[in-house]
């Protein structure tokens, strides 16, 4: 998304340095997710079984003092 804000600007002005939420957003809209919801739901499956499997072996988050 980042590179289609960037080429969006270059259009714009071929010397171009930065980029503005404005081509950001257009970006947005021309862009399409890459993870599918069924692909989210097998992540979320995946944590759920890490976790479990964490604490069936005993193993326990860090949390610093």
Do not use: N
Not at 23 to 37: F, G, N
Not at 51 to 63: D, L, N, S, V
């Amino acid at each position: 998304m980042c590179i289609k804000a960037g080429i969006l600007a270059l259009r714009e002005d071929s010397k171009a340095r930065q980029i503005t939420m404005e081509h950001l957003l257009r970006a947005t809209k021309d862009t399409t997710p890459s993870v599918t919801e069924e692909m989210e739901r097998d992540y979320e499956k995946i944590v759920q079984t890490m976790k479990q499997e964490a604490m069936r072996i005993g193993f326990r988050p860090f949390r610093p003092a």
